[in-house]
């Protein structure tokens, strides 16, 4: 698999605590990646760097072998898609919320209006088209900030809890239309998570994040089964849990 | 009560017969007002988004001296312009004492704490994660503006309210560096002070009802600004 | 339904509304002159600095259009406290002051901060009263009233802005050799005549007033008499002077001086004597002889 997003020399600090060390990491074309780790292990600081939401202090972030400056940021930044734990409606209708990533590209009314009913129809929220985004429950919320996402036909979607905020019964629901979705298109995922269930069903491989370091990474499978010293003492008592 | 009634029966006499002088003291009073509350806006709006959403030094003791600005007394405002205006002042070559513009400057000068303070506080409010989101969205630095803008523009469109309601009600600054001149710096405040000294109270009550007209009428447009598409 | 295009709308409206107020505003010393006359000769502004009484005499009103009528200016008139007026002249924010307080103004003169200093005309002040008159002044000289007023401890309303009409009352109480702020029952309004007749109508008090005023506002007053009129201390002089401009640079000398000409030729006399007799049966100011 090519590398599609890398990233090199990243060291960002927070006055002279360490948030994110990673002397490389590369995102492959293709793959759902999951990401794990305790709270303010930079889960969210690597998330912004790679998707060009934060500056990479001395180091340097490469898209498809080119190095992105300043020039070309937001070029690239509008071939990804980004969809947070808060939903973060604007406050407007259903449609012009899933609508506003492509009018920021001007694109046409006709192509914004096929799109957007192809996507309420894909998250299954067709009749909530004209309502006011506020007048959402959690999970309707959630459906359109996905949407809004992936109407835009990203080339690498960046999810940060987007499911941890719902019910039970809502989360699987929307877990499953999201897995389905993102094997059709074929989207290049990160995938932060706190759950072991979502990641397990989610994601292909994994890498964990202690300390703004990443401890290990491999097949998702085989980081959650065995662990390596440094990640063990993050997994190890979830693996227990579940087994 | 009798007085009431008679303000009242006046002002419609003086509105309906289109009185000259009623029409122009009006008509400048809006234009004046108008004027400054723009004025106010275009500075105070993105004044008020920069310091909301930039941090820097200093910025704690700006927002401090606006706060405190908000509640500059007008008169304390008209009475610095003075000083400054005056021929003996730093900036009589403009010759700009009882002159509307003078009348303009005072206005701006008391309600642009105002539009800026309030701006700058419902910027400071937004989430951060937001302007994370809206970024990430593919918006430009310009296109992240706008759309903050428009979230936010219950807040702005109050500061915007707030402040032509003080500019409109003033009085006190008007009177000292527009000086009440008729047929130049004669607005709908000062005349009404006038002619209460004066003694003509029914004039004075038909002055007010115009004010309060067309204080109501802008505002009522303001407000319809703000509220409009809640209806969804 | 709020789109960013309509934001943009919005803000460019916004522009142009403030561009095209800006151009009026601005516009508006060309604009001024046009209720006059078209096609008249350029109008310098000059201010002439008078007190709010004599402006809400209405005499001004009348008087400031003839003279903006023969002569080339624009009276800026600024009607203001008379301690105000006279600072204005002795610092050189005015061209001409037309006042009503003899003593302050020979300071001005003897300071040279005023020339060419005119006696115009007079009206004279009365004291008015509640017209079941409680403290028995009624037709008495001035400095028995007041004490016969202050005695009584009846209501007595001041002027306490250091007005014209002000100074004047205080001098009366001086010549009375009293203090009324010994009185509890002495009340200071620090507000205009009109509005310090309205107090003194509430509170059923006594009051010292410029005629004039009295006249307009009777009608406004309820049973309010004339209690003391007539004596000699109680005329209220009207000068008018030019600012000095060789001391101060700014001053607009010709102006100031052509106002000073106008108010004491033989048209402006007998305007001023003809003023107020058609609406209150009576002149309000009269003339030197």
């Known amino acids: ?243 | 009560m009798e007085l009431l009634l008679q303000g009242l029966r006046k002002a419609i006499e003086m509105i309906l017969s289109g009185d000259p002088v009623i029409l122009e003291i009006t008509w400048r009073t809006l234009k004046v007002s108008l004027t400054a509350i723009m004025i106010s806006t275009l500075i105070g709006l993105p004044a008020g988004m920069m310091l909301g959403l930039i941090k820097f030094p200093g910025r704690k003791l700006i927002l401090t001296l606006i706060n405190i600005g908000m509640g500059l007394p007008p008169v304390v405002a008209g009475l610095w312009i003075t000083l400054l205006l005056w021929r003996s002042g730093p900036l009589s070559d403009f010759e700009l004492l009882y002159t509307p513009t003078a009348i303009i400057i005072a206005q701006t000068l008391v309600s642009l704490p105002i539009v800026t303070g309030l701006t700058a506080t419902a910027f400071q409010q937004i989430n951060e994660k937001l302007i994370m989101q809206i970024k990430a969205l593919g918006a430009t630095k310009i296109q992240l503006v706008l759309i903050l803008l428009k979230e936010s523009r219950l807040a702005i469109l109050a500061g915007i309210i707030a402040g032509f309601g003080r500019v409109i009600a003033e009085v006190g600054a008007a009177m000292m560096v527009g000086g009440n001149i008729s047929g130049e710096t004669r607005i709908l405040t000062t005349s009404i002070v006038m002619e209460v000294s004066k003694g003509n109270f029914d004039i004075a009550l038909a002055l007010s009802f115009i004010l309060m007209t067309i204080a109501f009428l802008i505002t009522f447009c303001l407000t319809y600004l703000q509220q409009r598409k809640r209806s969804q | 339904m709020f789109k960013i295009k309509r934001a943009f709308a919005i803000m460019l409206i916004m522009l142009v509304a403030l561009m095209a107020a800006c151009s009026s505003s601005t516009g508006n010393d060309a604009t001024k002159d046009e209720p006059k006359e078209s096609g008249e000769v350029e109008r310098t502004d000059i201010i002439l600095a008078t007190t709010t009484s004599t402006q809400d005499s209405g005499l001004l009103d009348v008087l400031i259009p003839m003279f903006e009528e023969q002569q080339p200016y624009n009276v800026k008139t600024v009607a203001v406290g008379t301690g105000q007026a006279l600072e204005m002249g002795s610092r050189g924010e005015a061209d001409a002051l037309l006042v009503h307080a003899p003593d302050a103004e020979q300071e001005l003169v003897d300071s040279e901060d005023v020339v060419n200093r005119q006696k115009i005309m007079y009206n004279d002040f009365i004291i008015v009263g509640p017209a079941d008159d409680p403290a028995g002044i009624k037709d008495a000289a001035v400095a028995e009233a007041l004490t016969k007023a202050f005695d009584a401890k009846a209501t007595f309303v001041s002027r306490g802005d250091d007005s014209g009409t002000h100074k004047k009352e205080l001098a009366l109480w001086k010549e009375a050799n009293l203090d009324p702020a010994e009185n509890g029952s002495y009340v200071e309004t620090g507000q205009g005549m009109g509005s310090s007749l309205q107090v003194a109508a509430e509170k059923k008090g006594y009051i010292l007033t410029d005629r004039a005023t009295y006249l307009a506002q009777k009608d406004n007053l309820g049973d309010f008499e004339i209690m003391v009129e007539g004596d000699e201390s109680l005329l209220n002089i009207y000068h008018v002077m030019e600012v000095n401009a060789e001391k101060h640079e700014k001053v607009k000398k010709d102006g100031a001086k052509a106002f000073v000409e106008f108010m004491i030729a033989e048209d402006t006399k007998k305007t001023i004597a003809d003023f107020g007799v058609e609406e209150y049966g009576e002149p309000l100011f009269f003339l030197f002889e």
């Open chain 1, 1 to 243: 698999m090519t590398s599609l997003i890398t990233i090199e020399n990243i060291e960002i600090k927070a006055g002279d605590k360490p948030i994110l060390s990673v002397p490389r990491f590369e995102l492959r074309q293709g793959e759902v990646l999951g990401v794990m780790g305790p709270n303010g292990a930079g889960k969210s600081t690597l998330l912004k760097t790679l998707a060009l939401l934060a500056p990479p202090g001395r180091g340097s972030v490469f898209f498809q072998g080119q190095e992105v400056g300043d020039v070309l940021a937001l070029e690239v930044r509008r071939k990804f898609a980004v969809a947070l734990q808060q939903s973060l409606l604007l406050d407007t209708s259903v449609y012009h919320n899933i609508a506003i990533g492509l009018k920021l590209r001007n694109r046409s009314r006709k192509e914004i209006k096929e799109k957007v009913a192809y996507w309420l129809e894909v998250f299954k929220i067709s009749h909530l088209s004209k309502k006011h985004a506020y007048h959402l429950s959690g999970g309707e919320a959630q459906r359109v900030n996905l949407a809004r996402a992936m109407i835009l036909e990203p080339e690498v979607l960046f999810l940060d809890e987007p499911f941890s905020a719902l019910d039970f019964p809502t989360k699987v629901q929307l877990l499953k239309d999201m897995k389905q979705v993102v094997e059709n298109t074929k989207t290049t995922t990160v995938f932060i998570s706190h759950d072991l269930v979502e990641i397990k069903y989610f994601t292909q491989r994994l890498i964990i994040l202690m300390d703004g370091e990443i401890k290990q990474s491999g097949p998702t499978a085989e980081v959650l089964s065995s662990p390596n010293e440094a990640a063990a003492g993050f997994i190890g008592e979830w693996s227990e849990l579940l087994s």
